[in-house]
């Protein structure tokens, strides 16, 4: 499974980015998927994940209500729409993915993902 992730890059603080994850080595349409970050000398931490059978998402506090996650499965791609950025959401930002269903309590968890993305970096100016 490979995921590759794009649409990273330098944004003047309450600009927008647009990231994509495209997957390929299998379909996701069942899986539950997930955007993580980390910040130079942080810990990886939650950002968002989707449900694969409602289609229904939990996102961090730090990002609700200025992050939106979606997929296309008919794409097999995972897009995390960022507006009103934020300095501190600096960071590199992984997709993830799980062969199978997370239950809700465990979709902030790094541990609960399968398969992983390298990573786009994302840097937001003051």
């Known amino acids: 499974v490979q995921l590759q992730a794009s649409g990273g890059g330098l944004v003047q603080a309450g600009g927008s980015l647009k990231l994509s994850c495209v997957v390929s080595?299998?379909?996701?349409?069942?899986?539950?998927m997930g955007w993580f970050r980390q910040a130079a000398g942080k810990e990886r931490e939650f950002v968002a994940a989707?449900?694969?059978?409602?289609?229904?998402?939990r996102y961090a506090d730090s990002v609700k209500g200025r992050f939106t996650m979606s997929r296309d499965n008919a794409k097999n791609t995972l897009y995390l729409q960022m507006a009103s950025l934020k300095p501190g959401d600096t960071a590199i930002y992984y997709c993830?993915?799980?062969?199978?269903?997370?239950?809700?309590?465990?979709?902030?968890?790094?541990?609960?993902?399968?398969?992983w993305g390298q990573g786009t970096q994302v840097t937001v100016s003051s």
């Open positions: 993830a993915g799980r062969n199978g269903r997370i239950v809700t309590s465990a979709m902030n968890q790094a541990e609960s993902y399968d398969y």
């Open positions: 080595g299998r379909t996701i349409s069942s899986d539950n």
């Open positions: 989707i449900d694969p059978w409602n289609g229904s998402t």
